[in-house]
């Protein structure tokens, strides 16, 4: 009986030290882990100080400070009487965008820029939207919100072809308008949408107004995206932050018209906002540092910065965020 117990405590010792060597093991391969790749093959530039981008995510050289400014500047509120009509204008042009450094792509837009123009109205006023197609395939142009439906730009609009629609401004909030032709994805992955807001009767409080729209771009044809930015170009606003005066209001309207990927977020660094879903009500319903945001999702957010700073924002998709969607705001 000693003989048998003397052999189950060896046994038992034995079992231990195997499972004790056993648990080292993953240890010892992660300490002789392969170094990084290098910074070529990485997304993010690990050398920086700062977060900058690997060079095949960052804008392309030749772009200047303020050349992207009318991607992000709204129309100002009141620009447009309630109860008056607009007369817009919308052009579809196939062209080539580099959406990053030495990255081309075919995209077809509205007006010859990814988002489309930003268009705005107070809510009640009518907007008459001729529709000019300038490019080889069929488009179409559909607006979110409230509308009668012979407005819903279902039918197509064949090249060379010409199409009006007139829509009621409503409701109040932020609504995407893209074209609605299948295939929708590739439509959508090709560039072709743009923001529409709608004010209510009583003005909001003033504030520095933006608009973030954020793309994903699939450069290689596999359905996947390769690249990701706020406003058509990856990096644009790390190179070239938005500027604001500390302590005053900032309104940003933010869209998810990302294609191929179900959920976006947005985050901003170093402060928290009011939250206004869709833009639709009145008073914040939530206070915090990031939403999320499905797809053709959109939402308003204010926020001030107390001290003047670099307040970096991105998706907390990282791979979006280090794949060209992270910009700041700085507070001057």
Request: hydrophobic share 40%.
């Amino acid at each position: 009986m000693k003989l048998a117990r003397r052999a189950l405590f060896r046994l038992g010792a034995l079992g231990g030290a195997l499972g004790l060597a056993a648990g080292f093991w993953p240890m010892a391969r992660a300490r002789r882990a392969p170094e990084p790749r290098l910074s070529a093959e990485l997304d993010c530039d690990p050398t920086s100080a700062s977060a900058n981008y690997a060079a095949r995510y960052r804008p392309p050289e030749y772009l200047a400070a303020g050349s992207r400014d009318a991607l992000h500047t709204p129309p100002a509120a009141g620009s447009a009487a309630p109860g008056s009509v607009q007369d817009v204008r919308l052009t579809i042009i196939e062209t080539t965008l580099e959406v990053a450094n030495r990255s081309n792509l075919a995209v077809y837009t509205f007006d010859g820029v990814v988002p489309g123009p930003i268009l705005r109205a107070p809510v009640g006023s009518r907007l008459r939207i001729t529709l000019d197609n300038r490019s080889n395939l069929p488009h179409s142009l559909h607006f979110h919100g409230a509308h009668d439906v012979s407005q819903d730009g279902l039918a197509r609009v064949a090249p060379a072809g010409t199409q009006v629609y007139d829509l009621e401004a409503g409701p109040v909030g932020l609504h995407p308008y893209h074209c609605h032709v299948p295939p929708y994805s590739w439509h959508m992955a090709k560039g072709m949408y743009g923001a529409f807001i709608v004010d209510p009767i009583e003005a909001r409080p003033a504030a520095h107004e933006f608009v973030l729209c954020l793309s994903g771009f699939d450069t290689d044809g596999d359905g996947h995206n390769d690249i990701y930015a706020f406003n058509g170009v990856a990096g644009y606003y790390e190179r070239f932050p938005i500027k604001v005066p500390a302590g005053e209001l900032v309104r940003i309207y933010l869209l998810n018209m990302i294609e191929h990927e179900p959920l976006a977020t947005f985050h901003l660094h170093a402060q928290t906002f009011d939250l206004y879903r869709s833009g639709t009500g009145l008073a914040p319903s939530e206070h915090t540092d990031v939403v999320s945001l499905g797809q053709a999702e959109r939402a308003m957010i204010e926020f001030r910065l107390p001290r003047r700073g670099r307040y970096m924002f991105h998706p907390h998709q990282s791979h979006m965020a280090e794949r060209g969607a992270m910009g700041y705001v700085v507070a001057i």
